[in-house]
């Protein structure tokens, strides 16, 4: 399959370079630990482990596996990955080749999704990778400053009982790094309502709620995530775009929502990106940030996101500006964290655009 057009690197834009935008001072809060794995990192996996894609080239697996048809061919993709990560270093090791890109990306805080059920599912010990990647990440911010917390992911089409052991993982570490329980996979499965003791139980014991809603469901999914499950945040959400109603909502509540435009593009969610509603939900009011939600999975950075908003949606460098602070501003920080982020990135801004 030949690589989408829209997915090729993209010419500079006129008034700002694509080193412009690295140089940004940037959050990022939609992006997928196992979603991660480049093309080059599964076939280390699969050679160390001797599995049947071990013979095949980085090009042919990124034509045969890393392209996809529809958003369910992308969850096979990403089921084959996750079956190549069978222990903690395997984890571990893609958590430093996110380390690289947070540096090369300016990257200063990140909210990184795990999903304990993956490896609960393959009899794996979901709770000693966690401990693994916290102790990491806490060195990644000792050596080279970028703030990392996590959100432990429920999945949806796995039941309520794997949802409730991930919530109650999460309250277990909640002081060690973990922020918030996540609700993603299929929306197309499971109602919302299954869930809603269970994510209710994570607000009494002050975890954040992060939803992925809105990306290939209707917008009926995100009132859901935020009437029965009392969602923090949005995860996609781009459905908002057909129920005004629902946009003002988003914006008199300051929730946000997670905009991966390269991500609804390759899984089919939206395509093409130049009538993703991003620059709609943006027009209105909505909190947006731009996030890569698997950048290894969809081959993309989050400079390379901001350079597609740039010009698919004619965004000015204050517009560029106000959608980097957004990522601080709808991230699951306290309170007086969110403001020395703020004031620091507000500062590198405007000397970078002096």
């Given amino acids: ?10 010419p500079e834009a006129d008034f700002f370079s694509i080193q412009y935008l690295k140089s940004l001072p940037k959050a990022e809060l939609h992006l997928h630990l196992e979603g991660s794995v480049t093309p080059s990192g599964f076939r280390n996996l699969s050679k160390r482990y001797g599995t049947e894609y071990s013979a095949l080239s980085e090009e042919e697996l990124e034509r045969q596996l890393f392209q996809y048809e529809d958003f369910y061919e992308f969850l096979e993709t990403y089921r084959i990955v996750c079956e190549h990560l069978r222990e903690p270093t395997d984890y571990v090791k893609v958590l430093d080749g996110l380390g690289e890109y ?8 990140a909210e990184i999704i795990y999903t304990p059920s993956i490896p609960w599912k393959y009899e794996r010990d979901g709770k000693d990778i966690l401990q693994a990647l916290l102790e990491r990440s806490q060195q990644i911010q ?10 432990l992911d429920c999945v949806r089409q ?4 794997w949802a409730r052991r991930t919530a109650e993982l999460a ?15 299929d929306e197309k499965s499971l109602e919302m309502k299954e869930y809603q003791e269970i994510f209710s139980w994570a607000r009494a014991h002050r975890l954040y709620i992060h939803v992925h809603a809105g990306e290939i469901g209707n917008a009926q999914q995100v009132w859901d995530a935020l009437l029965i499950l009392g969602a923090n945040r949005i995860g996609h959400g781009i459905q908002a775009a057909r129920d005004p109603k ?8 300051a929730i946000g929502l997670d905009v991966c435009l390269t991500s609804n593009l390759m899984t089919g969610a939206w ?15 909505v909190p947006v940030s731009l996030n890569t939600d698997d950048p290894g999975l969809f081959q993309t950075s ?18 560029v500006h106000r959608i980097v602070l957004q990522g601080i501003r709808s991230s699951f920080l306290p309170h007086d964290e969110k403001m020395a982020f703020m004031k620091q990135f507000q500062e590198e801004i405007r000397q970078l655009s002096a």
């Avoid at 309250?171 to 996979?185: H, K, N, P, T, Y």
């Avoid at 395509?271 to 009011?285: A, T, V, W």
């Fill in 1 to 10: 399959m030949a690589p989408n057009p829209e997915k090729v690197k993209l």
């Fill in 102 to 109: 947070f540096t090369q990306e300016n990257i200063r805080y």
């Fill in 142 to 151: 000792s050596n080279q400053g970028t703030r990392i917390r996590w959100i």
């Fill in 158 to 161: 796995f039941g309520p009982e």
């Fill in 171 to 185: 309250e277990e570490f909640r002081d060690q790094g973990v922020v918030a329980v996540g609700l993603g996979g």
């Fill in 246 to 253: 629902l946009m003002e909502y988003l914006r008199q509540h």
């Fill in 271 to 285: 395509k093409p990106i130049s009538d993703n509603p991003f620059g709609l939900l943006l027009q209105r009011g």
């Fill in 302 to 319: 989050l400079s390379e996101e901001f350079q597609k908003a740039v010009q698919f949606f004619q965004l000015t460098q204050e517009e």
